[in-house]
């Protein structure tokens, strides 16, 4: 029936070991037998539970220009990076930041504690601005005009009545390293910074033409330092100083060394999920999905006798697989991807039905069990491709339209689904194909009516 099942059998097995390695552990290591303390291979496999399964925060951001501003694409997307960055730096992982149509950003943040601080930090432009203020020293906190402003297009900045705009000679996209330090001696919390070869130019040669007179390093508006310059500053570093502690200091770091961001964003909306109703999603999906199982299992076992008991097995070793490689390579569960995994299920045992149908057709058309075994498959084939293959179009079709319009329900449950239809088709293939053979070896079944159901 098959050649080299003993070999197919083997492969099998390898891959369900793999697979239980992966599910049983949330991190994979490959001990160094040369080194003790170190490992040839670490990697971390813990489950990803998105934001409906675990709780968190989901906000909606959106472009704080007016309606006649033109945002272009390249902004948003920069905009989406600049948040990412930095709520990745806060130690906020798992994050999802997308954009959704030309003006707004979706962010969910699953299992997050402190949603104050994550909406500050992406609120905030953190448009650094190195402005020369000539002779006038500005106060530590102050707000001066400038005339530098971010937007969807630069555009310069409108005199304020009875007020001053000052020059900004260079922003902080010409920073290459941003990190908090401290002076040993007066005990000082400063930023340290590193320009680009562009930046140390143009600071150099302001500072060189303007000792003696004031450059002011403002944050969105507000003076942060207004140092003096004693002398030219060619080296292209330098230390921000000023009231800082220890954490607005890290804060600043933070927007400075991810950038500022290209628009202002303003919050939509916000929406924040308890982990209690989190884990009563997850608890009633696995007891929805063990009942569907068990329906199943029985329904296939009784109609088709020792085929359908064959594809159980198949199904749950299928299970293993597919968990073992959602953790693998990170995928992030959520109810819509646990409707995806259910889908995809449902293809698996279609494949198997297709075939056990047209084994039961060859047989009564009198073949022998060999001959009906060999055609089920080859003629199941071309009707599993192609239902499989209209699958697949659709969830590409679903994840590009999730990725476009930031749906990421609509994400979740596309790549679930895909990925999921891919295993099925090794499922139901290889692994049911290789079972059953085996199993019709072992029992070599006489009375098809009680073993297959004819």
């Given at each position: 029936?098959?050649?080299?099942?003993?070999?197919?059998?083997?492969?099998?097995?390898?891959?369900?070991?793999?697979?239980?390695?992966?599910?049983?552990?949330?991190?994979?290591?490959?001990?160094?037998?040369?080194?003790q303390s170190a490992n040839l291979f670490e990697r971390s496999v813990k489950p990803r539970l998105g934001?409906?399964?675990?709780?968190?925060?989901?906000?909606?951001?959106?472009?704080?220009?007016?309606?006649?501003?033109?945002?272009t694409r390249d902004s948003m997307e920069t905009a989406r990076e600049i948040v990412e960055n930095r709520t990745n730096a806060l130690g906020v992982s798992e994050n999802v930041i997308q954009v959704a149509g030309d003006r707004r950003i979706v962010g969910e943040f699953p299992g997050a504690e402190d949603a104050d601080a994550i909406l500050d930090i992406i609120q905030q432009t953190g448009l650094l601005e190195f402005v020369d203020t000539a002779d006038f020293t500005p106060q530590e906190g102050a707000t001066i005009q400038t005339d530098y402003l971010p937007g969807a297009t630069e555009t310069p900045a409108q005199p304020v009545e009875g007020g001053t705009v000052f020059h900004t000679i260079m922003t902080g996209k010409d920073l290459t390293s941003v990190n908090v330090g401290q002076d040993t001696q007066t005990g000082e919390i400063g930023i340290n910074f590193v320009l680009t070869s562009e930046g140390a130019q143009i600071f150099g040669q302001h500072t060189a033409a303007n000792v003696g007179k004031t450059l002011a390093i403002v944050l969105d508006k507000v003076v942060i330092s207004a140092p003096v310059i004693n002398t030219a500053i060619t080296g292209g570093q330098g230390t921000i100083t000023g009231s800082f502690t220890n954490a607005s200091a890290n804060a600043l770091a933070v927007q400075l060394r991810y950038g500022s961001l290209p628009i202002p964003l303003k919050v939509v909306e916000t929406r924040i999920i308890g982990p209690t109703l989190g884990e009563d999603s997850l608890q009633k999906s696995l007891v929805a999905g063990l009942?569907?199982?068990?329906?199943?299992?029985?329904?296939?076992?009784?109609?088709?006798?020792?085929?359908?008991?064959?594809?159980?097995?198949?199904?749950?070793?299928?299970?293993?697989?597919?968990?073992?490689?959602?953790?693998?390579?990170?995928?992030?569960?959520?109810?819509?991807?646990?409707?995806?995994?259910?889908?995809?299920?449902?293809?698996?045992?279609?494949?198997?039905?297709?075939?056990?149908e047209r084994l039961k057709e060859e047989l009564r058309a009198g073949r022998t069990l060999r001959q009906a075994f060999d055609q089920a498959w080859s003629r199941a084939w071309p009707s599993i491709r192609d239902s499989?293959?209209?699958?697949?179009?659709?969830?590409?079709?679903?994840?590009?339209?999730?990725?476009?319009?930031?749906?990421?329900?609509?994400?979740?449950?596309?790549?679930?689904?895909?990925?999921?239809?891919?295993?099925?088709?090794?499922?139901?293939?290889?692994?049911?194909?290789?079972?059953?053979?085996?199993?019709?070896?072992?029992?070599?079944?006489?009375?098809?009516?009680?073993?297959?159901?004819?």
């Open positions: 029936m098959i050649r080299n099942l003993t070999n197919r059998l083997l492969l099998i097995a390898l891959v369900l070991v793999a697979a239980l390695w992966i599910d049983l552990n949330d991190k994979i290591s490959v001990p160094n037998p040369f080194d934001l409906d399964l675990q709780g968190g925060l989901q906000v909606l951001l959106e472009a704080d220009l007016p309606e006649s501003a033109q945002v009942v569907g199982f068990i329906i199943v299992a029985l329904f296939m076992g009784i109609y088709y006798r020792l085929p359908g008991i064959a594809a159980d097995v198949s199904i749950l070793l299928y299970a293993l697989i597919l968990f073992a490689v959602f953790k693998w390579i990170g995928v992030t569960l959520t109810l819509p991807g646990i409707a995806g995994i259910m889908l995809s299920t449902g293809s698996a045992l279609d494949a198997n039905i297709l075939i056990f499989n293959i209209a699958a697949l179009i659709t969830a590409v079709i679903l994840f590009w339209f999730g990725s476009a319009f930031g749906a990421t329900i609509v994400k979740g449950f596309s790549l679930t689904l895909a990925l999921g239809v891919l295993i099925s088709l090794f499922s139901s293939l290889y692994i049911t194909h290789a079972l059953l053979a085996l199993a019709f070896d072992i029992f070599k079944p006489k009375n098809y009516e009680r073993w297959i159901g004819i």
